[in-house]
């Protein structure tokens, strides 16, 4: 298996442009999951899906932010307008359903670095 | 809510000592508790986790955790570090049904010296 995929690995852009960081889970996992990393505020969780359904984005920092999963095997984060303010890695992670062995076990991805001038 | 603390932002040692990695967590339940690890550049790696049973319990790359429930404590340990083990160490509590909602420590950087 391939693992989480991530795209783009970086990301420079201008305050103002839209962003859209993509990821492809791993085959079969029905969980999928959106983290920010920054230095001051370390691993946060923007927002989770079971089963393509969002379930959990009190962490998505504001309205600029926004996250889909139209199918199985592909999920969106996407910032409109980004700022500055936005720069950090961002991972995705997913898991198996929720009652098989391992579903707590989060595997990541290699994260999107975004850095936003 | 629950939280996670980890003291310690970086520790030095020198290849072949033994490491301790200290984590507080805060948690009303019985708590999904686990380790991973950041190599620069990289996503987290889990280490080990533990749920219930033995509080004693063992991971990959030789690494050792003791869930102590009435210190609220989930310690890393290793009895002796090669310098690849030079990285971030994160520690996390996980909540919901699944304990797949995971909350992490503030991560603690690890220098190894030659």
């Known amino acids: 298996d391939a693992g989480v995929i991530q795209s783009p690995r970086h990301e420079v852009t201008e305050m103002g442009q839209e962003v859209t960081l993509r990821c492809k889970p791993i085959?079969?996992?029905?969980?999928l999951f959106w983290y920010r990393q920054t230095m001051m505020r370390g691993l946060e969780l923007l927002i989770y899906f079971n089963n393509n359904v969002p379930i959990d984005d009190s962490g998505m920092p504001e309205d600029r932010f926004s996250a889909k999963m139209p199918n199985a095997s592909f999920s969106t984060l996407k910032i409109q307008p980004s700022e500055p303010r936005d720069s950090a890695v961002y991972f995705c992670?997913?898991?198996?359903?929720?009652?098989?062995?391992?579903?707590?076990?989060?595997?990541f991805g290699a994260g999107s670095r975004l850095t936003v001038l | 809510a629950q939280s996670v603390t980890q003291p310690d932002i970086h520790i030095t040692v020198s290849e072949g000592a033994s490491l301790e990695l200290r984590c507080n967590y805060s948690?009303?339940?019985?708590?999904?508790l686990f380790w991973y690890v950041q190599s620069p550049g990289q996503g987290l790696q889990l280490l080990l986790k533990y749920f219930s049973g033995d509080t004693l319990v063992q991971g990959i790359k030789g690494f050792e955790a003791e869930f102590k429930r009435s210190q609220s404590s989930f310690n890393l340990r290793k009895p002796s570090v090669h310098w690849s083990d030079a990285a971030e160490y994160f520690c996390?509590?996980?909540?919901?049904?699944?304990?797949?909602?995971?909350?992490f420590g503030g991560g603690t950087r690890v220098l190894v010296k030659p």
């Open positions: 992670a997913s898991t198996p359903a929720g009652r098989t062995s391992g579903a707590n076990v989060l595997t």
């Open positions: 085959s079969g996992h029905n969980s």
């Open positions: 948690y009303g339940a019985t708590p999904y």
């Open positions: 996390a509590v996980g909540e919901g049904a699944a304990g797949n909602k995971l909350t």
